[in-house]
């Protein structure tokens, strides 16, 4: 393994039991009156310690919260085959009324998170002060006419469903990192090895359950999401990498201009590209995520 990473602020690890889960916390700071707590929440296949690199660029030693979702990292997975996008929504409403029940709080999500924190943040205003969305463009709208392809799909998937490949050493994993994100570090990459997998004894396998990987059955709605982002209350701020990873992925099945449009139904927005950074900004480049966040956040 290669040098590894040393965080200037080190997580407190908590384990709280939301809506029969056991879920993982990272906590960094402590609470201060009348400053709310910031709650970030990570993408697709990741996990809460993926922010340790943001926290420690920040400035301000503010009481931080990363949260493990459900079936990620070191929260228990359901013992379901599958999981529900608005189960994530019901998680975070459970965790805010422990970490900040009588006051709204500084929200940020990436990625998958990004997507949870706006709906969230049109359902519940009131629970938000100030919303960050790091690359959560949401999804194309889906016709009703891909229903029945799409629920085949999901019922062959339940009779195969998805593994998750080991890899023979933390060193494996690191070296997995850096090929997904060649931005990242070598030594940031050793580091988050050791909270992005397990060892088995297969050898080292993701901190994840498998069965993330299904393809949903429930379609993705435009209209139901956008009829939340109308509603966000809260200051928004969105920021993406200067690699376009929308058209990249996507092409022309969700075009920028549609994106665009969503963007612009949310009553309160502020807009950032960071450069030199793709989907996983917050590794790319925490030191300017950091110069954008506490000015926002302030």
């Known amino acids: 393994m290669p040098e590894v990473y040393t965080p200037s602020r080190v997580h407190r690890d908590e384990f709280l039991p939301l809506r029969g889960l056991r879920h993982h916390l990272l906590r960094w700071g402590t609470p201060r009156t009348g400053r709310p707590p910031l709650v970030m929440v990570h993408g ?94 949401g999804m194309p709208d889906v016709s009703p006419a891909a229903a029945p392809e799409r629920l ?52 080292f396998v993701l901190n994840a359950d498998p069965a993330h990987k299904l393809a949903n059955p429930m379609l993705y709605r435009k209209a139901e999401v956008m009829a939340c982002w109308q509603r966000i209350a809260a200051p928004t701020l969105w920021v993406e990498g200067s690699d376009d990873q929308l058209t990249r992925f996507w092409g022309s099945r969700y075009p920028r201009e549609d994106f665009e449009g969503r963007l612009a139904l949310v009553p309160d927005l502020r807009k950032a590209v960071l450069q030199d950074a793709g989907h996983m900004l917050h590794h790319d480049q925490p030191q300017a995520l950091a110069a954008l966040l506490e000015p926002f956040l302030a």
């Open 44 to 137: 697709w296949m990741d996990v809460g310690a993926s922010f340790q690199f943001v926290v420690d660029a920040l400035a301000d030693d503010r009481e931080v919260i990363a949260l493990d979702w459900r079936g990620f990292g070191l929260t228990a997975s359901t013992g379901a085959d599958s999981y529900w996008f608005p189960d994530y929504l019901g998680d975070l409403d459970a965790l805010l009324d422990v970490v900040s029940p009588g006051a709204p709080v500084d929200l940020a999500g990436h990625s998958m998170g990004g997507n949870v924190v706006m709906s969230y943040a049109g359902v519940r205003p009131e629970r938000i002060r100030r919303l960050v969305n790091l690359e959560g463009f």
């Open 152 to 203: 085949a799909k999901w019922l062959d998937e339940l009779k195969d469903p998805p593994t998750l490949r080991p890899y023979a050493s933390l060193a494996g994993v690191a070296e997995r990192l850096r090929k997904t994100n060649p931005r990242l570090p070598a030594d940031k990459a050793a580091w988050l090895a050791q909270h992005w997998s397990r060892e088995t004894a297969e050898g």
